[in-house]
């Protein structure tokens, strides 16, 4: 696994050469899929913490979201994974709490994060559908860059194509000879379907963004999220060949899912746009950054502090003016009467 991969497009006449090693730390390997799944959520939480003022949300707040929501994730993520596709663990412990290899399931990640945020929420009396709207833009961006690392690890890829962009390597190949689908022609190139959900969730994201300015219902951008992103994987998971399925069956635990959360989410929107619609947009434009504000701050600081000098300036002088008034008329009386 640790070999480089040659990663095939026959049609555009690419060849790309893949290392999964970025580099090595005293021989212990960096793998590119952590790298990458790291540089999105720094990149989310970055953009999160500009933002949040706007979302009436202070910094502070995201950063305690941030600490207990990533091991959530991290655990939910592996967790459903692992439920999902128990025959490939068989017990072994170690080889369940590896997460370097990959196995990380991005709804499960969902899942868990959301629940630690909720709980978090609720504990200290902040409004969760506030946050839940502040994150769920950057929640699908970093999705599309975490998608990425799938490449790297050659895996999320989808069944055989003839369109131009089908790919293929060694590492595909093995994995569809060992999987035995009589259906799938391990030697034939093969849907990018990690590529087509990395572009779905940047779209996504592109238009939250645009539109979280006109929202008026409070969590609609959270929900939109929810509605959109179910809708592209539901069709995606339907492509792929890695799926996790439900028991014995044939059901696609991630695709029912996705077409579950669509559908609520829809209807959750419809029905709070006919109850909650207001007047004004929810995203604050005019709150600025967490770091403007801050400046704005220090600075407004400052301001009163120096109109305060000056006012105790000019009530000094006029106190001494009075002063040297009254005496300079006591003398004056003094002289007239000797």
Not at 20 to 47: H, Q, T
Request: contains cysteine.
């Amino acid at each position: 696994m640790d070999g480089i991969n040659i990663v095939r497009f026959p049609k555009l006449g690419l060849e790309l050469e893949i290392n999964r090693v970025a580099f090595r730390i005293f021989g212990f390997p960096i793998y590119w899929y952590g790298i990458i799944i790291s540089a999105g959520l720094f990149l989310a939480v970055y953009l999160g913490l500009r933002n949040c003022k706007k979302f009436g949300i202070k910094s502070d707040h995201v950063f305690d979201i941030v600490l207990y929501g990533l091991p959530s994730a991290v655990i939910g993520a592996r967790l459903y994974y692992i439920i999902f596709n128990w025959h490939e663990f068989n017990g072994d412990i170690m080889k369940m709490i590896n997460i370097r290899e990959g196995g990380l399931a991005i709804y499960g990640g969902l899942i868990g994060a959301v629940l630690s945020t909720y709980i978090y929420t609720k504990v200290k009396k902040i409004d969760f559908l506030a946050v839940a709207d502040l994150g769920g833009p950057y929640f699908v961006m970093a999705q599309g860059i975490g998608r990425w690392g799938n490449f790297v690890n050659q895996e999320a890829f989808g069944r055989n194509t003839n369109l131009p962009w089908g790919m293929h390597s060694n590492a595909i190949q093995e994995y569809l000879e060992r999987l035995g689908d009589s259906s799938i022609d391990p030697l034939a190139p093969v849907h990018p379907t990690f590529l087509y959900e990395s572009i779905w969730d940047f779209c996504v994201f592109l238009f939250l963004l645009w539109y979280r300015k006109r929202y008026k219902v409070k969590g609609e951008l959270f929900f939109l999220y929810m509605m959109l992103y179910g809708v592209g994987r539901a069709w995606i998971e339907g492509l792929r060949t890695d799926s996790l399925y439900i028991g014995g069956t044939n059901i696609r635990v991630s695709q029912l899912l996705a077409i579950t959360f669509a559908v609520v989410f829809a209807a959750v929107i419809f029905i709070r746009r006919r109850r909650c619609l207001g007047e004004t947009p929810v995203y604050n434009t005019s709150a600025g950054t967490d770091i403007e504000e801050s400046t704005d701050t220090q600075t407004n600081a400052n301001i009163v502090e120096n109109e305060d000098a000056e006012v105790n300036a000019i009530n000094d002088a006029s106190v001494s003016h009075e002063v040297n008034s009254e005496m300079n008329s006591d003398a004056g009386t003094q002289a007239q009467e000797k």
